[in-house]
């Protein structure tokens, strides 16, 4: 992979059309069960030669969402997460299906369930997720997670999927008492990647 | 309107709920009758305080196509035509239904047809569009056309909505004699606006 020596990003102007026909197929699936979405997903980051350095810039203080394309309709929404070394999320819900596939560097992905008195308790043990692997979450089989980098001392990168606009979605994060405070998320970014230019 | 001195162009962030409120009513009546989603253009254009002044930038040398928004399924695109003073389009066609609505400026269309020889002739007299007015076109009623700033001292600025990913249809212009040129015209832009942010 070309690489820019200070930062480790790919090069400048990278092939858009693999994010292009991952958009084109997803949306061609959206009906399709999650698995086979996922499965389109891991396609996508089993190279990582296409995100635009832009997308992937970190922030000194806290992990960054870019949006990279969302659905006329806001059926779904894809998304760059740019974590610096050591960030990580509050623990957090989504209220739609979600697809996590890390792109570069590493996850520590910490599911969460409700315990009889409402708090929230570790629903399994926390998972590492390794560049070009996938996670899968939703109301269905649960919603409630953090996620950090694995590496304290580089930046990783992740492509997520939901079922919806999330960065405008109204959702919680949550302390471990379960007690939630409202958010919506917003993107970092006024402008995204042109996906469209075949010429 | 709040303008800035030297361009005339709206002022910065300016608000992008219009456009994105336009995207989700169009492709909610995609398959509405064309005159339909004329209206909801005629809405769009209506109002001239929403374009950010990155969109409507023209080139001393051409018109020029920014893209704003494509659907994920490419079934439609929507397109700011931005004309330097004087600009105008060779003739030709689109191969898909298409929308113009002029949003600042005036433009001057000419339709064409077919004569018994090939050649295009005029198929009406050329018919000028003032800023909020919307015109119709498709291979069904007449999809060879040239377009042309009607202003010699202005910049122009229309919306265009088209039935599929405009800048990457082959498609051609034609000299008057209906001989054709293939093209692909590719967009100005390599960023498009982000609609998405609600927060
Ligand atoms: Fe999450
Ligand atoms: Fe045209
Ligand atoms: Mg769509």
Chains 1, 2 share one sequence.
Not at 14 to 21: A, C, K, M, S
Not at 67 to 88: I, K, M, N, T, Y
Not at 133 to 138: L, Y
Not at 141 to 150: L, M
Request: glycine share 10%.
């Amino acid at each position: 992979m070309p690489t820019s020596g200070k930062t480790g990003l790919p090069a400048a102007d990278p092939d858009l059309g693999r994010l292009r026909d991952f958009v084109r197929a997803f949306v061609a699936g959206l009906d399709e069960p999650i698995e086979a979405r996922a499965r389109l997903l891991r396609d996508l980051v089993a190279r990582d030669d296409w995100l635009p350095a832009e997308y992937a810039e970190p922030d000194p203080a806290r992990y960054r969402q870019y949006l990279l394309h969302c659905d006329s309709a806001e059926r779904f929404s894809v998304v760059s997460f740019v974590w610096g070394p050591g960030q990580r999320t509050p623990i957090h819900d989504h209220r739609v299906w979600g697809l996590v596939g890390v792109l570069r560097g590493a996850e520590i992905v910490q599911p969460y369930r409700r315990g009889p008195d409402g708090s929230l308790l570790p629903a399994s043990a926390a998972q590492r997720l390794e560049a070009g692997e996938v996670d899968i979450f939703g109301p269905d089989i649960g919603d409630i997670h953090s996620v950090a980098n694995a590496h304290a001392d580089r930046v990783s990168v992740s492509i997520h999927v939901y079922g919806a606009n999330i960065g405008a979605v109204e959702r919680a994060t949550y302390d471990e008492a379960g007690r939630e405070k409202r958010f919506v998320s917003g993107y970092a970014n006024r402008s995204l990647p042109n996906l469209w230019d075949r010429s």
